[in-house]
C-alpha cells in the first residue's frame, strides 16, 4: 500500500517564478491528506493531476499566510464543483472562523460539510486515530502558535505464505483469518500454528512534517526513529542569526535534527526566496546527514 509525499510548494514567505507556498500531499495507503496550502495550491493539485475531491483532510501548520491563504480559493473551488462529502480541516483555533467569516461575507454558502478540528500547540497530542494511521500534532516553537505532525502507519495484516498454504489445500476462504493472526485447524483437526503458514506484516512507517519553527532537541523525542523528515530549511546557516531572530532553521539545523531523532531519510523546505539556486543548502545538510534532498515541486518521496 502506498505512502507517499508529493511536493506542491517549497517556498517561504513570498512565492518565486518557480516556487510555491508551502504545500504537500500525503498519500497514506490510498488515503489523501493535503499538508498546508500556500497560494496557488489548488493551480499545483492541477498541474500534477491529483484530484481534490479525493483528499479527505486539510491541515494546517499555522496561520501565517504562505501556510494557509490558498485555503479559500480550493474550498470554493470544490463547493462549485459538488462535493458533499464531508473535509476535515485540522489547525489553530481562530482558523474555523477566519474561514467561515470569509465565505460569510462573500455570500459563498458552502453545501457540504466542513468538520474542524483545533490543534494545540502546548503539548502533544493524538488528534486522528484510524484503522490505518494515526497522526500526532506536536508542539513547534515559531512567533505565533505552530505544530508540526507525525503521521505513524498502524501495522497491517501479515502476509499469506502461498507455498504452504498451498501444501496443505488450505481453501482460500480462510485466507482473511490467517492475515489476522488465526491459526487453521484441517478438516482432521489438526491445528496448524499461523506462523507456520504466513510472514509478518511489513514494519509500519511514519512520516514526520516539521514546519515553521527554531531548533530545540527536545524536539527529537516527538519524533524518534522516523523513516521520512521534512524539516524547514529557510536560510542557510550564515544567516543563523537570521533564522534565530525569525523562529526559522536552517539545513544544518535540519540535519542536526535528523541525527538526534535517527530519521532514516531528510527533506529540506521552506527555502527563503533570496535563494534562486538551492544546492548549497542541500550540500549543507549532507555534511552532517548524507541522505538528505530537497522539497523540489513534483517531487514524489517514498516512505520506506
Known sequence: MPFEVTILGCSSATPTADRHPSAQIINIRDTLILMDCGEGTQNQLLHYRISHSRISAIFISHLHGDHYLGLNGLLATINFQGRNTPLDIYGPEPLEKMIL?????????????????????????????????????????????????????????????????????????????????????????????????????????????????????????????????YHESTFLHELKERAIETFHSTPVDAAQMALLSGAKQLVLGHFSARYRDLTPLLSEAQVLFENSHLAIEGTRFNVD
Open 101 to 229: 467569516d470569509h465565505f460569510n461575507y462573500s455570500g459563498t454558502r458552502i453545501k457540504f460539510p466542513l468538520r474542524f478540528h483545533v490543534t494545540h500547540d502546548r503539548h502533544a497530542a493524538c488528534i486522528v486515530d484510524n484503522e490505518k494511521f494515526r497522526v500526532k500534532s506536536i508542539p513547534l516553537q515559531h512567533r505565533i502558535p505552530t505544530t508540526g505532525f507525525l503521521f505513524q502507519e498502524k501495522e497491517g495484516l501479515r502476509h499469506i505464505n502461498v507455498q504452504a498454504c498451498e501444501g496443505l489445500n488450505i481453501p482460500y476462504i480462510h485466507f482473511q483469518e490467517l492475515k489476522e493472526g488465526k491459526d487453521y485447524t484441517d478438516p482432521e483437526g489438526n491445528v496448524h500454528p499461523n506462523s507456520a503458514l504466513t510472514d509478518a506484516p511489513s514494519a509500519p512507517r511514519s512520516y514526520a512534517y516539521i514546519s515553521d519553527t527554531r531548533f530545540f532537541e527536545e524536539l527529537a523525542e516527538q519524533i524518534r526513529g522516523v523513516d521520512l523528515l
